[in-house]
């Protein structure tokens, strides 16, 4: 998951940890919450119109987290894989 679109705004979290998958009925709330985020107040009955049209079922992810990272480059800290690639070290 990642966001910004200059590196003043580039954001990053790495997530680890045990990932299951399940087979849902329908088009699960989460999923429209998620895509109204995105759209205008004009698009959301449309999408959600066709969106329940396409899917009878969909699969969703989930992730016990066992690690977490979060990155915030525009704080200006790079992290050291990073530095290291832009420094044009080699791995030893």
Not at 18 to 45: C, F, H, M, N, W
């Amino acid at each position: 998951m990642d966001t910004g679109t200059t590196p003043e705004e580039a954001k990053a979290l790495l997530v680890r940890g045990r990932a299951s998958v399940d087979i849902v009925d329908g088009v699960p709330d989460e999923y429209l919450a998620a895509a109204r985020k995105g759209l205008g107040a004009d698009q959301v009955t449309e999408f959600e119109r066709q969106v329940r049209s396409l899917y009878d079922q969909m699969a969703r992810i989930s992730v016990e987290p066992a690690w977490a990272r979060f990155f915030d480059f525009g704080i200006g800290r790079m992290p050291g894989f990073l530095t290291k690639l832009a420094g044009g070290a080699s791995a030893g």
